[in-house]
């Protein structure tokens, strides 16, 4: 084995195999980066929300500078909600109710001060509310309320805050490091409360509260005030229907963070990485044409080196052996250092992922490594097989 690689050796060109490793590893890796970003970025969209079902939309009516310069409402009154209930894909109807007095919140995390702003509440009816009662239950004398806040809250304090001030990030799991305080006006008093958040949604962009403590803040703050609501929560048989995306055209309606949204934004996400992983599939197979003109030119240079062995007495599977070991070992060394590279890379967005969903799925590249090992097997067996042909041609002639 080592007289035959002595012999073969001397017309390896060095340039040509190296042009074969970099364009490999080129290629490999994009197709490697693609399919994980993308079973790394699809949780995103697709996961869940810890206190709304997947089955729930948000409506409102869109605002236009029409609907602003003529005074229209852009509420839902008690036809349209009757209206929309009695839609097929429809199973039930809840509304948003917000606060009709002043509410001033300051957020702090462990005693730091965070977030001192103006805000307002919203809720709706409990039973759209996936936890636990034990845990939404408000009734009046309480000193604490429970709250859910905006994930895009946590995302620019761990995003912004937390990172310039050296501060621990917030996730679901240490919901208690949060202090916040909540002071109402209205009617004559002003009372401060104690918020205990509970936890995250991603399907709201403000801070939801029991319906209970709605009900009796707005009746012993804001007796006199009264408006209809702004927005609707639908709970429907299945949010990819067709009929939902008509209706809501139609009308004139909007949907905010809802699965309509999710699955237009899958599909486009599924579209790019498709594209991604062709371009870097099409490199692999333009180095795998380098790789095997290299390997056919070094068979022609050796022709006759290949003949005299084959004459002697050494075997075709012998002789081909260096040029398939030297195939398989830049194979593997292109894997090895793709995945390297991948993880490398890997560790960089996802950390830029956590910081804005603390609760995301962190995986891993186990599936990564299973389709790079099936590229690195079905290329190894292709150079394998032809290095073989190339040979068995020579051997041919002789």
């Not at 104690?194 to 801070?207: A, D, P, Q, T, Y």
């Not at 870097?280 to 290299?294: A, E, H, K, N």
Request: hydrophobic letters at 45%; charged letters at 20%; glycine letters at 6%.
């Amino acid at each position: 084995m080592n007289l035959v690689w002595k012999l073969l050796r001397q017309h390896v060109s060095v340039p040509q195999f190296i042009g074969f490793f970099f364009a490999n590893l080129c290629g490999m890796l994009i197709v490697l980066l693609g399919f994980q970003f993308y079973r790394d970025v699809l949780p995103v969209f697709t996961q869940g929300d810890s206190f709304m079902g997947a089955e729930y939309i948000i409506v409102s009516k869109k605002i236009t500078a029409g609907n602003t310069l003529s005074g229209r409402s852009n509420s839902f009154t008690a036809s349209d909600i009757d209206e929309i209930q009695g839609q097929d894909f429809a199973r039930k109807v809840g509304k948003f109710t917000s606060t009709e007095y002043k509410v001033d919140a300051r957020m702090g995390i462990n005693g730091t001060p965070v977030l001192s702003s103006e805000l307002f509440f919203e809720s709706v009816p409990d039973n759209f509310v996936d936890v636990s009662l034990d845990k939404w239950q408000w009734k009046e004398g309480d000193p604490s309320v429970p709250i859910i806040l905006p994930r895009s809250y946590i995302a620019m304090y761990n995003f912004g805050f937390a990172h310039n001030h050296s501060l621990p990030k917030i996730s679901d799991g240490l919901v208690g490091m949060i202090d916040f305080k909540i002071f109402i006006h209205g009617n004559g008093r002003q009372d401060e409360y104690k918020g205990k958040v509970i936890g995250f949604s991603s399907r709201l962009n403000s801070i939801l509260v029991p319906q209970s403590f709605m009900e009796w803040s707005n009746s012993t703050y804001a007796p006199d005030s009264k408006s209809d609501p702004t927005r609707l929560i639908v709970e429907v048989a299945n949010p990819a229907d067709e009929r939902i995306a008509q209706y809501i055209e139609d009308n004139g309606f909007d949907t905010e963070n809802n699965n309509l949204d999710a699955e237009k934004t899958t599909y486009f996400l599924k579209l790019v990485v498709t594209l991604v992983m062709a371009i870097g599939g099409v490199i692999s197979v333009l180095s795998f044409y380098i790789l095997m003109l290299s390997i056919y030119l070094l068979v022609q240079k050796n022709a006759s080196k290949l003949q005299n062995l084959l004459l002697i007495g050494y075997s075709p599977t012998l002789v081909a052996m260096p040029y398939q070991l030297l195939t398989i070992g830049l194979n593997l060394v292109v894997l090895l250092i793709a995945l390297v590279v991948l993880s490398l890379l890997r560790g960089y967005y996802m950390e830029v992922i956590e910081t804005l969903f603390p609760d995301i799925d962190e995986g891993n590249i186990l599936p990564s490594v299973a389709v790079g090992l099936c590229l690195f097997a079905l290329i190894s067996v292709v150079n394998v097989i032809a290095v073989r042909r190339k040979v068995m041609s020579v051997w041919r002639k002789k």
